[in-house]
């Protein structure tokens, strides 16, 4: 189980990194603010990127969630008990599942249309949300202490 945690908190760091990113102003995948969000936020009419603290505030929550599959696995020290950082990592998967349903929902395609946001959310971040949720709730079973 240790390699699916270090490739869960990888996976997560580079979804870090890139909320970091934005924070500081990057526009990729876009060529200016407006494009940008119209690939990564996709809302109704969206023209700009969310503020530096949302996407700080983003960054720190999934910093965190990096860190809990190496805790869980035992990568590292932590004043943690067992049972509670495996509920813990089945709550953040349930999360990211439900991220990860809800971009295939008629009610959120309503709410984020924008292209390219809605094909890149269909082909690439609801999925791996769903794979991301899947990690942790695999994680969070096999490591539930007996």
Avoid: K, N
């Amino acid at each position: 189980m240790i390699v699916l945690a270090v490739i869960l908190s990888f996976v997560l760091l580079l979804v870090t990194t890139l909320h970091v990113y934005w924070g500081i102003g990057g526009i990729w995948p876009g060529m200016d603010q407006a494009s940008c969000a119209r690939a990564v936020v996709g809302f109704r009419g969206v023209d700009e990127m969310p503020s530096s603290f949302a996407s700080f505030a983003v960054a720190a929550c999934l910093a965190l969630a990096t860190l809990w599959p190496l805790a869980l696995a035992g990568v590292f020290a932590t004043p943690f008990p067992r049972g509670g950082l495996a509920a813990t990592a089945l709550m953040i998967g349930f999360v990211f599942f439900g991220r990860g349903i809800a971009g295939f929902t008629p009610w959120w395609r309503r709410l984020a249309p924008e292209q390219p946001f809605a094909r890149l959310d269909q082909s690439l971040y609801s999925p791996l949300c769903l794979l991301i949720g899947a990690g942790f709730a695999i994680l969070a079973i096999t490591e539930f202490p007996a």
